[in-house]
Nanobody, 127 residues
Framework: QVQLEESGGDLVQAGGSLKLSCAASGRTFSTYGMGWFRQAPGKEREFVATINRIGITYYADSVKGRFTISRDNAKNTVSLQMNSLKPEDTAVYSC?????????????????????WGQGTQVTVSS
């Protein structure tokens, strides 16, 4: 069982930066693939970024070059550094964990791959 708690969401102006953090419980955090997803009002939850257990990362095209996902296995945390924020980045951001070891990055982009989810943190980008 893994419990996840996000923090760091805020209101920021376009062009600004935010860093989201996700704290995980459990002694086996290092064995989980981790992901960030977001959901804007009236839209489906969408993939943002993922980092697997050995640190390989993959990003949605919409955030590539602006967002950076990282993990600290000693602290049981995964972070999402978000730069050059745009109004269209406004959403509730959630972290997720999966015990499944995907053979390729594709399955880490799918919501159904993840076993555990946090409650989410609100990010609002004003224009």
């Amino acid at each position: 069982q893994v419990q996840l708690e996000e923090s760091g969401g805020d209101l920021v102006q376009a062009g600004g930066s935010l860093k989201l953090s996700c704290a995980a419980s459990g002694r086996t955090f290092s064995t989980y693939g981790m992901g960030w997803f977001r959901q804007a009002p009236g839209k489906e939850r969408e993939f943002v970024a993922t980092i697997n257990r050995i640190g390989i990362t993959y990003y949605a095209d919409s955030v590539k070059g602006r967002f950076t996902i990282s993990r600290d296995n000693a602290k049981n945390t995964v972070s999402l550094q978000m730069n050059s924020l745009k109004p269209e980045d406004t959403a509730v951001y959630s972290c997720a964990a999966t015990a499944y070891h995907c053979s390729g990055y594709g399955c880490y982009t799918q919501k159904g791959t993840y076993d555990y989810w946090g409650q989410g943190t609100q990010v609002t980008v004003s224009s």
